[in-house]
């Protein structure tokens, strides 16, 4: 079993930053950020190996950056450059021969 608690998010202006945290319970092999906007399906955001290999997707690739505590079983996701397009429900994940999903937390990225 793998819990994941986040944090962070809320509102900021184009062109601002945000930094989101997920505590995870359990050990998870890989753990991650996907997010969802209204009326559109869940999308990879960032993902992070417990080697450290990272993947993002296309559209957040120089903005945002993903980072790993092994130590304290968290994974943080640092958002820069924010538009309005990344204004979604932001969920942590976590795979452990199964997907295992944070509550989520609101981005909202006025322009």
């Known amino acids: 079993q793998v819990q994941l608690v986040e944090s962070g998010g809320g509102l900021v202006q184009a062109g601002g930053s945000l930094r989101l945290s997920c505590a995870a319970s359990?050990?998870?092999?890989?753990l991650g950020w996907y997010r969802q906007a209204p009326g559109k399906q869940r999308e990879l955001v960032a993902t992070i190996t417990e080697v450290g290999g990272t993947n993002y997707a296309d559209s957040v690739k120089g903005r945002f950056t993903i980072s790993r505590d092994k130590a304290k079983n968290t994974v943080d996701l640092q958002m820069n450059s924010l538009k309005p397009e990344d204004t979604a429900v932001y969920y942590c994940?976590?795979?452990?021969?199964?997907?295992?999903w944070g509550q989520g937390t609101q981005v909202t990225v006025s322009s």
């Open positions: 359990g050990s998870a092999f890989r």
């Open positions: 994940n976590g795979w452990r021969f199964r997907d295992y």
